[in-house]
């Protein structure tokens, strides 16, 4: 492996690695330089086991032991170490997690690849907390969420803090960036999806009531916070749903909410599966 002792805030060899901390700028700069920020050691080894390929170390030098079966692996890719203060100066915050790894981002995935075979999908729109992003992925990878799709605004999965919140699950779940919102919601109606929006509306439908229909594909779209769904949005949906709250409680955090609607829509007979049980057949009553 090459390591490189860096001396120098201002060395263009780390420039992947600077003003992390500036949001606006790496929402722009990631994706356009087809990479992105897999930040502590325990991320950056589901990034890799995932298959992605990685453009450079960078880390204390108290972390190198702990990787070094990563850098032998990955003979060709530059080691960049430095002083804790020195780090801190590249990258605008404390280095406590181990190490950070830039990697190149994966192609995207085409939506028809995307969506086939999958029976849960979960669309994203507009959510532009990087936390909340993460924490769905996280609650998708757990909760048998096939794919995941996020409009056109919503928050970069691959955002640092997204998959640092994710613990890395964002690169378990296959997701595409939809082109045209609302409009690409009919794509997932072509292929058969009844498409609900989880949204408080006078005619949503409870979602205990909506998971005991079991439908066999079914696209739930979560809205962004505080706003919450468009009415674009909500015209162009099949139906919405509603989590039941105690008296005087309106809504959960959509991360919250999004683990509740996850687990009671699941599909069904994936449970059966799992517990090698005899498979339930989806009902004949369409949504």
Not at 64 to 93: M, S, Y
Not at 199 to 221: F, H, M, S, W
Not at 241 to 247: L, N, W, Y
Request: hydrophobic share 45%.
């Amino acid at each position: 492996m090459t390591i490189h002792y860096l001396d120098s805030a201002d060395d263009p060899r780390v420039s992947d690695y600077t003003r992390l901390t500036d949001v606006h700028l790496r929402k722009l700069r990631e994706p356009a330089e087809g990479m992105y920020i897999a930040e502590s050691s325990r991320v950056l080894r589901r990034a890799l086991a995932a298959g992605h390929q990685p453009r450079s170390f960078f880390l204390a030098e108290k972390w190198l032991g702990d990787l070094d079966d990563v850098f032998q692996a990955h003979p060709d890719v530059p080691v960049f170490v430095g002083k804790a203060a020195l780090l801190e100066e590249i990258t605008g915050f404390h280095l406590h997690r181990g190490a950070m790894a830039a990697m190149q981002r994966p192609a995207p995935v085409p939506l028809p690849g995307l969506l086939a075979g999958a029976r849960r999908v979960a669309v994203l729109e507009d959510i532009v907390d990087h936390t909340n992003v993460g924490a769905i992925f996280r609650s998708a990878a757990a909760l048998d969420i096939d794919a995941v799709l996020v409009s056109p605004r919503c928050g970069d999965p691959l955002y640092r803090r997204s998959v640092r919140v994710s613990m890395g699950t964002v690169f378990q779940v296959p997701w595409a960036r939809l082109d045209s919102w609302p409009q690409d919601l009919q794509v997932l109606k072509d292929q058969g999806f009844t498409v609900a929006a989880l949204e408080l509306t006078e005619d949503a439908q409870d979602v205990d009531a909506v998971a005991a229909r079991n439908p066999e594909k079914l696209a739930l779209v979560l809205g962004t916070e505080g706003a919450g769904m468009s009415a674009e949005t909500l015209a162009a949906v099949d139906l919405a749903v509603k989590i039941p709250m105690r008296s005087g409680v309106d809504s959960l955090n959509v991360a919250a909410a999004s683990a509740v609607a996850f687990w009671e829509l699941r599909a069904r007979d994936q449970d059966a599966a799992r517990q090698g049980l005899p498979v339930r057949q989806p009902s004949p009553h369409r949504l």
